[in-house]
Antibody
Framework: QVQLQESGPGLVKPSETLSLTCTVSGGSSSSYYWSWIRQPPGKRLEWIGYVYDSGTTNYNPSLKSRVTLSVDTSKNQFSLKLRSVTAADTAVYYC?????????????WGQGTMVSVSS | DIQMTQSPSSLSASVGDRVTITCRASQSVTTYLNWYQQKPGKAIKLLIYAASSVQSGVPSRFSGSGSGTDFTLTISSLQPEDFATYYCQQSYSTPFTFGPGTKVDI
């Protein structure tokens, strides 16, 4: 069965770039929208954006100036880069698969990875 | 952005209880409304999509209803494994937005 797994540093310094990768195992990363979602401690889930396997992206306007999503179908991976991070970017980051057949619901999620922004 | 609210924010219930959680959108999302379950240390799980369609593998005690701005998630007979936090989410327009969550505990 298809699984998603996030990977990347758990600690990032302020003003630096947060980089995470999501690996798709047990299936292909083609023909889906791949999304990143985060949850700051004690707060609700926040949608960061999605990337299609063609490279088409859609970003949350609140983060658009700092975020880049990309996909590498040959490696079955997709990635998140968030620039100029501050403490407000401390959160659990989730990768997820969006299904157009399910009204763009996220039908598959990774376990999430905690990223702290601190010097 | 479409704002999502949920009520209650938390509830206490017993095994076998019927539980209803409501979700409201700040504008119509037609039926682009999804429900998720979150348990500590586990991947978030899609329960309901398109307001009332039960995701494959989800027990039939979970059901969803509503359209436009008002939606409900119902658990017909609460089981021990259902104690969790539940979120609604609209996927009608980007940025997709989530409700604040409803924590269901004993």
């Amino acid at each position: 069965q298809v699984q998603l797994q996030e990977s990347g540093p758990g600690l990032v310094k302020p003003s630096e770039t947060l980089s995470l990768t999501c690996t798709v195992s047990g299936g292909s990363s083609s023909s889906y929208y791949w999304s990143w979602i985060r949850q700051p401690p004690g707060k609700r889930l926040e949608w960061i954006g999605y990337v299609y396997d063609s490279g088409t992206t859609n970003y949350n306007p609140s983060l658009k100036s700092r975020v880049t999503l990309s996909v590498d179908t040959s490696k079955n991976q997709f990635s998140l880069k968030l620039r100029s991070v501050t403490a407000a970017d401390t959160a659990v980051y989730y990768c997820a698969r969006l299904s157009s057949g399910h009204y763009e619901a996220a039908d598959l999620w990774g376990q999430g990875t905690m990223v702290s922004v601190s010097s | 952005d479409i704002q999502m609210t949920q009520s209650p924010s938390s509830l206490s219930a017993s095994v076998g209880d019927r539980v209803t959680i409501t979700c409201r959108a700040s504008q119509s999302v037609t039926t682009y409304l999804n429900w998720y379950q979150q348990k500590p240390g586990k991947a978030i799980k899609l329960l309901i999509y398109a307001a009332s369609s039960v995701q494959s593998g989800v027990p039939s005690r979970f059901s969803g209803s509503g359209s436009g701005t008002d939606f409900t998630l119902t658990i017909s007979s609460l089981q021990p494994e259902d104690f969790a936090t539940y979120y609604c989410q609209q996927s009608y327009s980007t940025p997709f937005t989530f409700g604040p969550g409803t924590k269901v505990d004993i």
